[in-house]
């Protein structure tokens, strides 16, 4: 892996698992007849590298477990499941990073939704990139509700799209970064459905 990759992947990794780990609010109070939930594993959910093409490769995982022995873990306790999968091509600047995460209840997942998850990222990477822009776009239409943010970096020619969606009691977070000549919107909603697809 080359040193600016490298930098790339570290920065992303951090924001969203930070992200995550902090979480966005208070579950919900859970309703007298929940609705239901998805039980399967998050790592059977998430992406996989063939999910993405021949290109991309596999190049980190974290787990609910490993995600507990972080230094700097502080995770939610609705908190039922996670899985983060880091991929990249030999392209300089290629990275896309997969998170799910489960939650006990479908209140609790959009308490989590409403919680600004996706700002705080957002105001994160703009903080840590001041290169970058990032603003709002139009919600993709995957899962039960679904926001999205995109911007580029100038310094480097890339483009970064961010997806949140939830999906019953499971919520998903996406980051496609790349060259601004490959990585579009299109690109990151592609992805985003092809995920969409294996939460059940």
Known sequence: MKPSRLILSLLVVCLLFSTVACGGGKPATPT???EPIIETAAAAMNLS???LGSDWSLTGEETMETMKQGEEA???PYLRDANMRTFETERIGDLVVSIIFTTESVDSA???MAGGTIRDLAKAFQEQVP???MESLSPPDVGDEAVM???SESTLSLNVYVIT???ANVIAMLM???PQESTAEDVALGYARKLEAKIH
């Open 49 to 51: 590298a063939a999910d």
């Open 176 to 178: 496609v970064m790349g």
């Open 32 to 34: 007298p007849t929940p």
């Open 110 to 112: 959009k308490e989590e």
């Open 74 to 76: 502080d995770l939610p």
């Open 149 to 151: 943010i995109g911007g």
């Open 165 to 167: 969606f939830r999906k």
């Open 131 to 133: 290169s970058a822009t």
